[in-house]
């Protein structure tokens, strides 16, 4: 199997496209990459900056690139030793007129080859659903957009369309005798074509047919004259064309009514977003066919499943992945695991995207003590606000009452449907569901059998024991439902039926959770927003050493061979930015002085709306707050471009909390007044920033220091270390698209060069640059280069070597230090903690028996000798952090 010893992921799009990634693979080469870990790059919605929003899984998207480059790249990555990571999107695909499937099925319905692709409702109950496909991308009702002529039937040479705007959709077979109904015999052969049509099911021959047709009608001057008078009249006349809508496969409707019906799974809640009939073996083969050729030319070596929560299968899903791919390929899923949450030990999985890494660092680099003042000074700034964990259940409510109760509705009907209803009622049976889906610890378990068994039993009698205790008047229907999927069933039907049920029900919690927590409550409860991030929970803020020790050690047994991410395409703000929020933590009082002072200096600032809210809220002027320290530009220079991300950010923060706008119904007053507050109180001169600028001086300082350490630990301790595109300097973006800006690679070259040529210089020539450098983040680029050659020269002691906890002398110091052994390589990590410069005085780090005396670090380059300790001012007394190597 083909191990990356480091990634580095890239997001592929229009403005990044397979030339500009070839235009830096020797740059990645020095800087120590061995794998390029891409976004998707098969064909997705035009535009599209991140590539999930696929429209052709077997063509490379045209804006990236072609094929041919593909494999030149390729080619050059082999002749680096390089090689080639691949994201994957198995849930859903776009639902766009380019992806050409799901038209195939508008078109053809069950005439279709992928009738039974998509994850289509065809037994809805509502009769506008029923037997067909729900569009819900009008602006408004579709009595209206008639009425506007916002919706025409037009013909061209893609042959019958009805347009939305600027959007088309095929006409649907079913409607063309209600089309000519009125003109029979001025449009010859319709007839003829569309008994021969709903007999070809084989697309190819079908689109051959369908083009014969129209070609015949363009150019017969008769019958195109014909049809642009017939469909003349059917769009002048708002009751013709409302018929003729209504004998389609699908139903257009307003984007709203999602909400409360829906026939289709989407992915989360984005509308745009159809998913897929995974579990379908043919499904799967025919979507994995190019992936599959694209691993056999050996031009991918690797893949990452982006969000496997979202499959009814997902262990069926892995079995047949592996099979199709083999024991060799590396294969890692994106999961989101709870704190005391693991992945499923029986997948045949090298690990996960590494989120959970992400968590665990920035635990580690955050002082328990201050964060405890921090989190009691939140409660005095806002006591209304309710605890975390009622705030968690609170916003997944709102979430499943308000945007997914269209969901909600469709998992109860197919519960009774399976025969499992046992004489429930369907509202409390609803209610039920509901109350389990929400108590749920976890965003999912992955049932294959029932009785449960396991840790999956735990989880379920844990959501069970919550629900129970939120909802005692639904008692019985919880005890039956807890009963049908804990405990031996008699019938083995009616267990089958129930397993299907609770694989159903699993598609949902994940969306449900992710929404609730991720796109609610971590923009509502604001302690801390550094801990507000996807992998970790501000429910904890700090864990000691010895804790981060005991989750290293068990990524080290468990999934050696995980990511190790600090910064995603989806993390809520940049690493480094991350860092900064942190430190607050060090020096608590001071922090608490501040935000009292400017509560009050700013106050002149907030607005009243005509709603009567104060703008901003005092919660979200301390997101403000925060986001400010977190992004504030590295040379304190407030720009009006850097002012203008800011306030987009804004936008998207009060809208993802829900409490004073959202996306459905966003209140642009609000958002207004919080965007001129931001102008306000970073106007050049303000008070604000007169007393933030000696402060970001003093968090800079520090959090810098800390991006080594965190830098080093990435690259060093159990698991695969992942870079995100751009991250070798300061990191300090908001939430996306903001962290998905261009990356200045020719900036980032030349610094890699001044490197390479100042060491040849000498230690005094580079540590005087690094220096002289270290706040446009030269330091942190150099940590991130010596480390990944190390390890790139040196990966079995990084892959297989244990991971052995180290202790040092001084008592007034915390320290993250350990050693990784492997058969006769030692190698030593030692970074301070703590946002003060320490004074180590004569303190040592203890090293383990048996270790060698002799000592290089690989970032001065100095040989140290030891008897059993390393003296720690000598350790650091040219560099902040230090990696030795026997």
Known sequence: MHIPTSTYRVQLHKDFTLSDLENIIDYLHDLGVTTIYAAPIVTAVPGSMHGYDVTDPHVINPEIGTLEQLMRISARLKEKNMSWLQDIVPNHMAFHPLNWRLMDVMERHSASPYHRYFDID?????????????????????????????????????????????????????????????????????????????????????????????????????????????????????????????????TLTFWKHTENMIGYRRFFTVNELICLRMEDDAVFEEYHKVLGQLYEKEIVQGFRIDHIDGLKDPSGYIRRLRKRFGEDCYIIAEKILEAKENMPAHWPLEGTSGYEFLSHVSQLITNRKGAKQLATFYRELVPSLPAYHELVLANKRLILEQYMAGEWENLVRFFMVAGLFDNCQFERIRAALGLLMVSLPVYRIYPEQLPLKGNDVVVMNEAFHKALANGKTYRAELEYLQRIFTQPLDDAALSDRALDFLKRLMQFTGPLTAKGVEDTTFYVYNALISHDEVGDAPSTLGISVTNFHAKMAERQRATPFSLNATATHDTKRGEDARLRLNVLCEFPDQWQQLVLQWLDMNRPFHHRTTKGNLTPSKNDEYYIYQAIIGGFPEDLEVTQEWLERLQAYQVKVVREAKVYSDWGEPDEEYEAACGAFIRNILSPGSAFLTSLIPFMKKVNRRANRLALVQALVRITAPGIPDTYQGCELWDLSFVDPDNRRPVDYTRRKQYLD?????????????????????????????????????????????????????????????????????????????????????????????????APSSWRNVFTGETMQAEGRLRLSECFRHFPVALFTS
């Open 122 to 250: 065809w037994h809805h109950p509502s009769a506008h659903l029923n037997g067909k496909l729900q569009v819900p991308f009008l602006g408004k009702e579709l009595e209206s957009c008639i009425a506007d002529g916002e919706i025409k039937v037009s013909f061209s040479d893609a042959g019958f369309t009805v347009d939305y705007f600027q959007t088309r959709y095929p006409l649907s077979l079913s409607a063309y005798p209600v089309l000519f109904a009125a003109h029979s015999q001025k449009v010859k052969g319709w007839q003829e074509f569309l008994k021969k049509a709903e007999a070809l099911r084989d697309r190819e021959l079908w689109h051959r047919h369908k083009m014969d047709f129209v070609k015949a009608i363009s150019n017969d001057e008769a019958a195109h004259f014909a049809v642009l008078e017939l469909l003349e009249t059917v769009n002048s006349d708002p009751q013709k064309l409302q018929r003729l809508l209504e004998s389609q496969h699908y």
């Open 754 to 850: 001044a490197l390479i040529s100042k060491e040849q210089e000498g230690s005094d020539a580079l540590f005087g640059f690094l220096k002289d450098h270290s706040a446009e983040g030269l330091e942190k680029f150099f940590v991130i280069w010596k480390s990944l050659n190390f390890r790139k020269h040196h990966p079995i002691v990084f892959e297989n070597g244990t991971y052995i906890p180290l202790q040092a002398t001084a008592k007034e110091t915390t320290m993250i230090a350990y050693a990784r052994h492997h058969e006769g390589r030692w190698v030593v990590v030692a970074a301070p903690l703590g946002a003060e410069e320490p004074a180590y005085g004569d303190d040592d780090l203890i090293l383990p028996e048996h």
